[in-house]
T-cell receptor, first 113, second 109 residues
């Protein structure tokens, strides 16, 4: 069974630009959660999608948004990038909603210059 | 805001030694998870504990959930270099995960 895949693996953007990250969950998994990991703040929950609906949301500004498609693939978008958005963005999939048994992808390393 | 504090932050030991990592909070969680993360990869779920006082064993790893479901510990017996990594605890409530800052473990051969 293929694991969670994230594309791209590495990305460099300039302040003010926007970025879209993609996540393909494990086959059969309908829940996708997104996390931001930084050395200073650790791993923080962004949002969770289940069956194309945002089910839960963390404490991040509206510049961070996401969506989920009918095939459970998910995208995350960050608009008006700031230097502080530089982080490892992780996606995790699970069969049921609620983060109970999550499988993480390798992440997308975003650098904002 | 629910916070999880892990200690120690860094731990460097010799192969064969035992160690314990702690995860503490003032909040009650419905369940608690432990993950291990290696460089360049995402976290891998090791265990989920649900009941206060629960103890789970996974080979050389022993996980305990506090009676009040506010804290947890991870004990590794006879550590091996392959145990090296970042250990993260995560508390779950209402479908949201709150992660601790992690313990970076280095096991030297």
């Amino acid at each position: 069974k293929a694991g969670v895949t994230q594309t791209p693996r590495y990305l460099i953007k300039t302040r003010g630009q926007q970025v879209t990250l993609s996540c393909s969950p494990i086959s059969g998994h309908r829940s996708v959660s997104w996390y931001q990991q930084t050395p200073g703040q650790g791993l923080q929950f962004l949002f969770e999608y289940f069956s194309e609906t945002q089910r839960n949301k963390g404490n991040f500004p509206g510049r961070f948004s996401g969506r989920q498609f009918s095939n459970s693939r998910s995208e995350m978008n960050v608009s008006t990038l700031e230097l502080g958005d530089s982080a490892l963005y992780l996606c995790a999939s699970s069969f049921v909603a609620g983060n109970y048994e999550q499988y993480f992808g390798p992440g997308t390393r975003l650098t904002v210059t | 805001t629910q916070l999880l504090e892990q200690s120690p932050q860094f731990l460097s030991i010799q192969e064969g030694e035992n160690l314990t990592v702690y995860c503490n909070s003032s909040s009650v969680f419905s369940s608690l998870q432990w993950y291990r993360q290696e460089p360049g990869e995402g976290p891998v779920l090791l265990v989920t504990v649900v009941t206060g006082g629960e103890v789970k064993k996974l080979k050389r790893l022993t996980f305990q959930f506090g009676d009040a479901r506010k804290d947890s510990s991870l004990h590794i017996t006879a550590a091996q270099p392959g145990d090296t990594g970042l250990y993260l605890c995560a508390g779950l409530n209402a479908g949201k995960s709150t992660f601790g800052d992690g313990t970076t473990l280095t096991v030297k051969p």
